[in-house]
């Protein structure tokens, strides 16, 4: 190699490594930003943890002086954990069932048929997911105190499922028109209904986006504070977003070691849920060759 070769592969790698140094400098503050926002998510999951097996636990994050299951032990009572989550589990899974079946119903005319209705009626559906629940909540109570429905678990469900009802149907429309309809049209070749051919063909090839739509809702109704607490007021029927409540006393007083552990408890559920869907996602691929060739 000569001379000049070797001063221009020189001058090269020192142009390289000068960018390559520039970039690393470049990238300091987006990775100091990266840092601040994952010490934001992950200091209230270390509180929660600290907090729960700290018998003397404040709202400051620190290691317990003393690791006991006290806080646990506290909360596991019919009245104060096991009563409201089983009540959580019957809102949001009774919310999810109405919720699938209804936007199922809704979303397949709207993915297998073509009409000059089909766009206005979906932003008319999209309109109504922009409604917040307060401004409604008003005529809603009234309504239910005519009908007499108030502290009743099914007409709870049955509003609980109008509200994510839009945003449902919008998901599940997404992932039928994902379904080729000749397949539908081989069934009602061999003699199937426009029903039979959902329930055989259609479902079956978007169980996973029926999962998705499923944890959705659950998700939402699990979390929903405001309808329960005013539509049910027997604390009995109370969900576990509104018991929660019941570890802020007056004049600022809070458990907060108790609430920490029910915290970690009711989120048990939900994770639950993520994993039993993930495993029954992979099975649901085993289908997708017959969208295939």
Not at 75 to 82: A, K
Not at 162 to 182: E, G
Request: charged share 10%; aromatic share 12%.
């Amino acid at each position: 190699m000569t001379t000049a070769a070797r001063a221009s592969v020189g001058e090269h790698r020192t142009a390289a490594g000068a960018v390559s140094r520039a970039q690393q400098r470049a990238r300091v503050p987006a990775d100091l930003a990266l840092m601040v926002i994952g010490a934001c998510f992950v200091l209230p999951l270390l509180w929660l943890v600290f907090a729960s097996l700290d018998p003397a636990a404040g709202y400051e994050t620190r290691l317990p002086r003393e690791v006991s299951l006290a806080n646990f032990s506290a909360i596991m009572t019919p009245g104060l954990l096991f009563g409201p989550l089983w009540n959580s589990l019957v809102l949001s899974a009774g919310t999810g069932a109405v919720n699938l079946v209804a936007a199922v119903l809704a979303a397949y005319p709207l993915s297998r048929y073509q009409s000059r209705f089909n766009k206005p009626f979906m932003y008319t559906i999209l309109f109504g997911t922009c409604l917040p629940i307060t401004a409604i909540m008003v005529p809603v109570y009234g309504l239910f105190v005519q009908l007499q429905l108030l502290d009743s678990m099914p007409a709870t469900i049955f509003f609980m499922a109008t509200t994510t009802l839009p945003m449902a149907i919008w998901m599940t429309k997404n992932f039928m028109d994902a379904v080729p309809v000749s397949l539908e049209e081989a069934a009602w070749v061999d003699g199937a209904s426009g029903l039979t051919a959902l329930r055989t063909i259609v479902l079956p090839l978007m169980r996973q986006g029926l999962g998705v739509v499923f944890i959705f809702v659950f998700i939402q109704a699990w979390g929903n504070f405001f309808v329960p607490f005013v539509l049910l007021l027997s604390e009995a029927r109370q969900p576990a977003a509104v018991s929660i409540y019941s570890f802020f006393g007056q004049h600022g007083a809070v458990a907060y070691g108790q609430l920490a552990a029910f915290s970690i408890l009711y989120s048990v559920p939900v994770l639950a849920l993520y994993v039993i869907v993930a495993k029954g996602a992979g099975s649901s691929f085993a289908l997708s060759g017959a969208v295939k060739g």
